[in-house]
């Protein structure tokens, strides 16, 4: 397996790999990373689809990307997927998925056009004193010293940050900033987490910084993401004869370690209440989910609060990487991510609203129509002085084919959901789908005297609880992750957010895509190159431009600096007085 980038290799078919004919592909789960390895099989590979397994314990595909509607509870969605369209593999990928709304276009093509008609953006990113504007105004409001902490993050060597939390590397400076704001709600970062993943965050995303405020960084699909994304991958590979094995439990997989080659030796598995195990041969590759965010979730309703289920239970995801860890150093440590739900949840709930009460309120704030079918809150809006930091989207309407003309389908949610409320005196974890319903219509500005009453009768609230959804950010260092391929496999790969890959960021679907199409193309030798990561992070105007956005258009020499420090920036400029630097710097305002 190799990188590439540019258009090359990107278009071109390749070979069909030696000996596939004689292989076959079982693969551990059926969120998307499976679904993309199994499409790059087939499509790349040029597996019989017969000949590839998909086990997944549940009756549904999708994994975390999810989006359905319970015949007992309504509309649910445990969380969306913001799109960047510097996704290099996620893009390689759809460009050969037919979508399921438009004749002769590909998803790619779908996505592409609708972004085209109606770009995203947010007009009011924050609210404060039950649904006024905050005023962020775009601006980050970083001090000079704040700049200085995220510049020094930057430039620090990954190595020195095993361990480390972000709290131990930014002082209030930052984290009382809009920055912080904007960064820890948009990708559910908490101050405890993993400094390391936060750095990689920012070189990963460097060429988005100045879309954060809002969100024209980002794009979303037309409808929820299992019915843009997994159903139309699903087709695809349902149409190549691709085998699916619902309520296929994988407990274990076996492997020979004792010589200098790692071996897939066995997958024991539960079906139908009966033991029964899957004997491998080397040309049986194997493909694992390790871990899981969603693993222990729970789902209450409008009148129950979702349990918390913080013990991992038996036959899960983190139970099998438990136990696949047991038997190779290589595979990993899932106690480094699981070791404590306290650190890595948080709550969501889905909101549809049931008649014309809630919608003024949401337009109130979006200052759009929210049943006009384009984008409505473009991205989400955060209640600032909220004691859950609790922050909501309505995406672009409907949200899911089915949905009645007359409703809307939006998603809400909490990071800290052991404090009290500020109208609902309770912790969010304890509240019913109602309860949480009215704290967010008290953000939003219903009156006091009305929210009990619209809760109950104009919105069905369905809420989530996620023990597990951000431990992959919980601290930790090299070895933690197993390599997608570790050293010495001779037929096996780890794929998703528990893998590790070089450069890219966990906690996005370019990760499941990227690791499912490593895993394949190193297995099966195809001859064609792995997109690199987007290379901004090298791109010496991204970074001027992150520089410029950061400092909210401050130009270089009004820093406030010691005076030796200013002095050698008044140096510096002198010696490029005339030259392209010179002209880069006052494209981008830096002065």
């Known amino acids: 397996m190799y990188y590439s980038k540019g258009n090359y290799e990107s278009l071109a078919r390749p070979e069909k790999p030696q000996g596939v004919e004689r292989k076959s592909a079982y693969l551990i789960g059926s969120g998307l990373a499976s679904l993309a390895a199994a499409a790059f099989l087939v499509r790349d590979g040029q597996m019989d689809g017969k000949r590839i397994h998909i086990l997944e314990k549940d009756v549904l595909p999708g994994g975390a990307c999810d989006g359905y509607k319970y015949n007992d509870l309504g509309y649910v969605i445990r969380g969306g997927r913001e799109v960047d369209n510097r996704y290099e593999c996620l893009w390689d990928l759809f460009h050969s998925i037919p979508s399921l709304e438009t004749a002769d276009a590909s998803v790619l093509d779908e996505f592409y056009w609708l972004d085209k008609h109606d770009p995203n953006s947010s007009l009011m990113r924050a609210t404060v004193n039950q649904g006024e504007d905050a005023h962020t105004d775009g601006k980050f409001a970083l001090s000079d010293k704040a700049m200085l902490e995220i510049v020094n993050l930057f430039f620090t060597p990954d190595e020195a940050l095993y361990n480390k939390r972000i709290s131990e590397l930014f002082s209030d400076e930052v984290l009382n900033s809009n920055f912080w704001l904007y960064w820890r709600t948009m990708f559910a970062f908490e101050n405890w987490h993993s400094a390391l993943e936060m750095k990689l965050y920012i070189k990963r995303f460097i060429h988005h910084i100045g879309g954060m405020p809002d969100f024209t960084a980002v794009r979303f699909t037309k409808f929820n993401q299992y019915e843009s994304l997994i159903q139309p991958l699903v087709k695809y590979l349902e149409d190549h004869n691709v085998q699916f094995h619902y309520g296929t439990n994988v407990k274990n997989i076996i492997f020979d370690t004792k010589t200098d080659k790692k071996i897939a030796t066995r997958i024991e598995i539960t079906r139908d209440n009966n033991e029964e195990h899957i004997d491998l041969t080397e040309n049986d590759l194997v493909f694992i989910t390790n871990g899981g965010c969603v693993e222990n979730s729970s789902l209450g309703d409008q009148n129950t609060p979702a349990t918390f289920n913080k013990e991992i239970k038996q036959g899960g995801g983190w139970d099998m990487w438990r136990k696949i860890a047991a038997q190779d150093p290589s595979f990993g440590h899932p106690d480094k991510f699981c070791y404590d739900a306290e650190q890595s949840n948080w709550m969501s709930a889905t909101v549809t609203t049931l008649d014309d009460r809630i919608p003024p309120y949401i337009q109130n704030i979006c200052k759009r129509d929210p049943f006009s079918g384009k984008v409505v809150t473009g991205g989400i809006v955060t209640a600032k002085d909220s004691n859950w930091l609790l922050s909501w989207t309505f995406n672009r309407q409907p949200?899911?084919?089915?949905?009645?003309?007359?409703?809307?389908?939006?998603?809400?949610?909490?990071?800290?959901?052991?404090?009290?409320?500020?109208?609902?005196?309770?912790?969010?974890?304890?509240?019913?789908?109602?309860?949480?319903?009215?704290?967010?219509?008290?953000?939003?500005?219903?009156?006091?005297?009305?929210?009990?009453?619209?809760?109950?009768?104009?919105?069905?609230?369905?809420?989530?609880?996620?023990?597990?959804?951000?431990?992959?950010?919980?601290?930790?260092?090299?070895?933690?992750?197993?390599?997608?391929?570790p050293e010495g496999s001779v037929n096996f790969a780890f794929l998703g957010q528990f893998a590790e890959t070089v450069r890219d960021t966990i906690f996005t679907i370019e990760y499941s895509v990227r690791t499912a199409m490593e895993s394949v193309y190193t297995l099966l030798d195809i001859d064609r190159g792995v997109p690199e990561v987007w290379g901004s992070t090298y791109d010496v105007r991204d970074l001027l431009n992150a520089t410029a956005c950061l400092g909210d258009g401050k130009k270089l020499t009004d820093l406030d600096l010691d005076p030796n420090k200013k002095a050698m920036i008044m140096a510096v400029l002198s010696k490029i007085k005339g030259t392209d630097i010179e002209k880069l710097l006052v494209a981008y305002k830096l002065i």
């Not at 007359?406 to 309770?426: A, E, I």
């Not at 509240?431 to 009305?450: A, D, Q, R």
């Not at 929210?451 to 601290?475: G, L, Q």
């Open 399 to 485: 949200h899911f084919k089915t949905q009645p003309k007359d409703q809307l389908v939006g998603w809400v949610y909490g990071l800290f959901t052991d404090k009290p409320g500020n109208f609902v005196k309770k912790s969010m974890r304890e509240c019913t789908g109602k309860e949480i319903c009215m704290e967010w219509l008290y953000h939003i500005g219903v009156p006091v005297n009305e929210i009990e009453e619209m809760a109950e009768r104009s919105a069905n609230t369905i809420p989530c609880m996620m023990p597990y959804i951000t431990a992959f950010f919980m601290p930790r260092e090299a070895g933690d992750r197993p390599n997608v391929i």
